[in-house]
């Protein structure tokens, strides 16, 4: 079965640094999607990057960019000039073709300090 | 922006009541699911619906739940006869389309609390 796993419960980074947040994944496939989602206190999850896995150009949106490495199963999100709103939970999620269900891995709490 | 909007935001009820929480998906969106957290835990897929019939569903999706679109506009969750361990956040999602990378929108959840 597939399984999303994200090592670090909790992460904190001084405002302006950069912060790479932990993702790995188990998958027999070889095409699928992955995902972060960022889920802030008022708990609507949010949609940060996303990457389709036959592309080897890793995804990057402004401040957010991924490092995918799909020998690895690895699916790192790399958060630059961190900012305060960043603070939230950070889910990783990863999505077979052919299919509804994304699998969610446990979270990462970013922390971000003035 | 278009948002998904769900109620109640939190709703308390006695084990084996039925419980109904409600959804309005993003108007021109074609896919609704449901999923779940149980506090402290993942976040894991409860069912995707589409045409006015369920698509996909999970394990935990047993008999006690179903889920409808009773008027076109509201996607509906219902527990039939909760128990302890169905209080959780559920959150419902809708998304325009299936294929691709289809991005999902999601709510700001209902709390569902069982005593």
């Known amino acids: 079965a597939q399984t999303v796993t994200q090592s670090q419960p909790e992460m904190s980074v001084q405002e302006a640094e950069t912060v790479t947040l932990s993702c790995t994944y188990d998958t027999s496939e070889s095409d699928y999607y992955l995902f972060w989602y960022k889920q802030p206190p008022s708990r609507q999850m949010i949609l940060v990057i996303r990457?389709?896995?036959?592309?080897?150009q890793n995804a990057t949106e402004n401040r957010f960019s991924v490092n995918f490495q799909k020998a690895a199963k690895s699916f790192s999100l790399k958060i630059s000039d961190s900012q305060l709103g960043d603070a939230a939970m950070y889910f990783c999620a990863y999505r077979e073709i052919n299919t509804d269900k994304l699998i969610f891995g446990t979270g990462t709490r970013l922390q971000v300090f003035p | 922006e278009p948002e998904v909007t769900q109620t109640p935001s939190h709703q308390v009820t006695q084990m084996g009541q039925e419980v109904i929480l409600r959804c309005v998906p993003i108007s021109n969106h074609l896919y609704f699911y449901w999923y779940r957290q149980i506090l402290g835990q993942k976040v894991e897929f409860l069912v995707s619906?589409?045409?006015?019939?369920?698509?996909?569903k999970s394990e935990i999706f047993d008999d006690q739940f179903s889920v409808e679109r009773p008027d076109g506009s509201n996607f509906t969750l219902k527990i039939r006869s909760t128990k302890l361990e169905d209080s959780a956040m559920y959150f419902c999602?809708?998304?325009?389309?299936?294929?691709?990378?289809?991005?999902?929108?999601f709510g700001a959840g209902s709390r569902l609390t069982v005593l």
């Open positions: 999602a809708s998304s325009a389309s299936r294929s691709g990378a289809n991005v999902l929108t």
């Open positions: 990457q389709e896995a036959y592309k080897q």
């Open positions: 619906f589409y045409n006015n019939e369920i698509s996909e």
